[in-house]
């Protein structure tokens, strides 16, 4: 792919980022910037609880996108198949086309992760369960998902995925959708999916 040569020069940067440690005040800023993004109004923000639950390596990572993708082009050939069966050439042609996408999205993630060598075995982040107080009014949109109605409001078990240099990679109040998007920690992974597929989105792959 004409991109590739591209997209890879970004794993460079990511293996110097990770090699520098930052203050625990880093990572709890980097913490109150994602959830405060998501207040309307006025707030007053405060860690309760920081806890520290897991890690997860490049290559886990690597191997969690490559593992959706090979999974959705098996699906999606079994309805190929079944299209070409009926007699339906467009919804065949349509899926054939989702399909070679997502090969050109294989290429592109084994060139990056054949790039990163070695780095693959650092951390590309941790996941964090955190606990947190917000004094005064505000609503509070759609990825916490409540709304504050009292001078102050407790949030229990907001999921983050973050850094090693705290940039905080994904969020949310389900851990076990917290990872659906931290396929955004490989270099250059926007560029790819935007460029090859119709959304930065995959499916659940836990």
Do not use: W
Not at 172 to 193: A, C, M
Request: contains cysteine; hydrophobic residues 40%.
């Amino acid at each position: 792919m004409k991109r590739i040569g591209i997209i890879i020069l970004a794993a460079a940067a990511v293996i110097s980022s990770c090699t520098g440690k930052k203050s625990v005040s880093g990572l709890e800023k980097a913490i109150e910037e994602e959830i405060i993004n998501t207040l309307d109004g006025a707030y007053d923000f405060s860690i309760i609880e920081l806890e520290k639950l897991d890690s997860t390596l490049f290559l886990t990572e690597f191997d969690r996108r490559i593992n959706v993708f090979e999974m959705r082009i098996e699906a999606n050939k079994k309805f190929l198949d079944d299209y070409f069966r009926r007699g339906l050439k467009k919804n065949a042609a349509l899926k054939y086309d989702e399909i070679y996408k997502d090969y050109d999205i294989l290429e592109a993630l084994h060139a990056v992760k054949e790039r990163m060598g070695d780095s693959l075995y650092m951390v590309a982040y941790y996941d964090y369960r955190v606990k947190a107080q917000i004094k005064t009014g505000g609503i509070v949109r759609k990825t916490i998902g409540r709304v504050l109605k009292r001078n102050a409001q407790v949030l229990d078990d907001i999921y983050l995925a973050i850094t090693p240099d705290n940039r905080v990679v994904s969020m949310n109040t389900d851990r076990k959708k917290l990872h659906q998007s931290t396929g955004l920690v490989i270099p250059g992974y926007s560029e790819i999916i935007k460029s090859e597929s119709n959304s930065t989105e995959v499916p659940e792959d836990e």
